[in-house]
C-alpha cells in the first residue's frame, strides 16, 4: 500500500507562489510516474503535471510556463513550483501516482486571493 502525503498549501495573493510537496512511502518511487491534479467544487479533476521517472514532464495548458513539477528520488518526493498564481488557480490540489494501479494523497488546499 502507497502512501502519498501533501504539503505546501496555503493562502498567497495573485502573482505569488507556492510550492507544493507530495512523499510518497514506497521504494518503488524511483520507477514511477508522478502526477498533480486539482480539483474545485462541482468540477471534476484536472491533470495539471506529471512527471516520468527519468524526469520528463507534461503540463496542462493552463499551467504551462507558470507551474514546474520536479522530483527527488532520493527523498521520495515530487514538488510542484507555482509561479504567477490567479485566482482561478485557487483549488485543491492532489498528487497520484500513474499507472493500472494509482493512489492519491489527500489533497492540500491552494488559495489565491487578495
Known amino acids: 500500500q502507497v502512501q502519498l502525503v501533501e504539503s505546501g498549501g496555503g493562502l498567497v495573493q495573485p502573482g505569488g507562489s507556492l510550492r507544493l510537496s507530495c512523499a510518497h512511502s514506497?521504494?518503488?518511487?524511483?520507477?514511477?510516474?508522478m502526477a498533480w491534479y486539482r480539483q474545485t467544487p462541482g468540477k471534476q479533476r484536472e491533470l495539471v503535471a506529471t512527471i516520468t521517472s527519468n524526469g520528463i514532464t507534461t503540463y496542462g495548458d493552463s499551467v504551462k510556463g507558470r507551474f514546474t513539477i520536479s522530483r527527488d528520488n532520493a527523498k521520495n518526493t515530487v514538488y510542484l513550483q507555482m509561479n504567477s498564481l490567479k485566482p482561478e488557480d485557487t483549488a485543491v490540489y492532489y498528487c497520484?501516482?500513474?499507472?493500472?494501479?494509482?493512489?492519491w494523497g489527500q489533497g492540500t488546499q491552494v488559495t489565491v486571493s487578495s
Open positions: 514506497g521504494s518503488i518511487f524511483v520507477i514511477t510516474t
Open positions: 497520484r501516482t500513474q499507472g493500472p494501479t494509482y493512489y
